[in-house]
């Protein structure tokens, strides 16, 4: 049941910038006003006609969206139960959701007069994305990084740089994600005059969770659209892999008020959740804290020490999850569940044999759990599974697990 502030799902977050219990602005005196500043300028963006005609005109030539809406249909054979439509946003230009979002920030960011662009990248994705959209407007573009990251991310640090890009390893804390996002935080204030942050998720202080969700949403109101044209109804079922939860937050969005649509993110049970840490499911396995600038499930020790996490794909282990899914997730709109890097290995496969796409591992989770349930739904249960991802970046770290020797090739 929705909160008594909420007589929809569609209008969050409160003016606090809060879902329920969730998100808000847990920020430094000094950081505030750029953050009242963003949200002043967001806001007005949002009901400016020109602003939408700016991102919609460079997400069908630039991105080339829309993305298909494709009926998997050799897989839904293999299941033998429910109707498997994938969304294909691993075909957007730079491979993934990611770039939805970038657009949207950089146009904003254009519009503040802003000339320099910082952004923080765990596997690196975030941190192309940013670079490709800073490349094609001329601003000038810092990435922070996790040290670790740099040394395992390697091609889409080159990317990075290709593009144009200052990528800055980070070697506070254990030099990961969070630690880049920290710095990114700092340089913020820094840097205020000509400076804007654009964060990667829907994480961050308020309004950064409501505006990369509301980038994002493009993905779930084309669904609906698609959707209406396949089969002349609402889907029954949908399902997206969570790293802080954009892509996600984009496919549900669009249809949280429709009672009838079942809703299931997937988080990352890397070596399994019962072991220690060794996954990166922050609800399934954290409590709730704040981190970030908001407040959301987190994966901390018993002294509120913020855990790394661990999976087998990298733009999952991100140590916690955006508020609006923490929100979803305690008042049950949506239902989280987590698969291990084990499942995520045998749907990567299957989606390679069977439907010739090769998957990133992010929504490798989301089809394993597909390949759990599809079975025991009726043939008339459709369900979409958001492909938010295409797997050339993983093709390595994939022969590794399996097994497969490329040595010499990989530059390892
Ligand atoms: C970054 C990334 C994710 C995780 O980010 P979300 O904000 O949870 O969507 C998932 N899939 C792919 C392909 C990514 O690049």
Not at 86 to 112: F, P, S, W
Not at 139 to 168: S, T, W
Not at 325 to 351: C, M, N
Request: glycine fraction near 12%.
């Amino acid at each position: 049941m929705a909160d008594d502030l909420f007589n929809s799902f569609m209008n969050g977050p409160d003016e606090d910038g809060r879902f329920g219990d969730f998100g808000g602005r847990f920020v430094s005196e000094t950081l505030m006003p750029l953050i009242l500043s963003l949200e002043e300028e967001y806001e007005k963006a949002k009901t400016d006609e020109t602003f939408w005609a700016e991102m919609h005109d460079l997400w069908t030539h630039y991105v080339g969206r829309p993305s298909p809406l494709y009926y998997a249909e050799r897989l839904t054979q293999h299941l033998g139960g429910a109707k498997i439509y994938m969304k294909r946003d691993e075909l957007n230009h730079t491979g993934a959701h990611k770039i939805n979002n970038v657009l949207g920030q950089i146009i904003l960011a254009r519009r503040m007069g802003k000339t320099r662009i910082i952004a923080e990248t765990g596997a690196g994705q975030h941190g192309v994305a940013t670079a490709t959209v800073c490349a094609k407007f001329g601003l000038k573009c810092i990435v922070y990084m996790g040290a670790h990251d740099v040394e395992r991310q390697a091609p889409n640090v080159f990317r990075m740089k290709l593009l144009g890009a200052e990528v800055i390893p980070v070697t506070s804390g254990r030099g990961t994600l969070k630690d880049a996002m920290n710095d990114a935080l700092r340089d913020w204030v820094t840097n205020v005059r000509d400076t804007f942050y654009c964060i990667g998720t829907v994480a961050g202080p308020h309004p950064y969770p409501a505006m990369v969700r509301d980038f994002q949403s493009i993905i779930g109101k084309e669904v609906r659209e698609q959707m209406h044209e396949a089969e002349g109804r609402l889907p029954d079922t949908l399902i997206a892999a969570i790293g802080g939860g954009s892509n996600a937050m984009g496919l549900f969005f669009p249809f949280l008020d429709d009672k009838s649509v079942n809703i299931i993110g997937v988080e990352a049970g890397g070596k399994g959740v019962n072991m220690k840490m060794e996954h990166c499911a922050s609800l399934t396995g954290g409590r709730p804290g704040v981190l970030h600038g908001n407040r959301t499930y987190l994966l901390q020790d018993d002294d509120g020490q913020i855990l790394e996490g661990y999976s087998i794909s990298a733009g999952l282990d991100y140590p916690g999850i955006g508020p609006e899914h923490a929100w979803l997730h305690d008042i049950g709109r949506a239902k989280y569940v987590s698969i291990t890097d084990k499942e995520a290995l045998e749907a990567f496969q299957l989606s390679c044999a069977l439907e010739g796409i090769i998957p990133a591992l992010e929504p490798s989770h989301a089809l394993a759990h597909v390949m759990k349930i599809a079975g025991d739904l009726p043939s008339d249960h459709l369900l979409v599974m958001n492909m938010c991802g295409r797997g050339d970046k993983d093709i390595f770290s994939v022969a590794r697990h399996l097994g497969f020797d490329m040595s010499g090739q990989d530059g390892r």
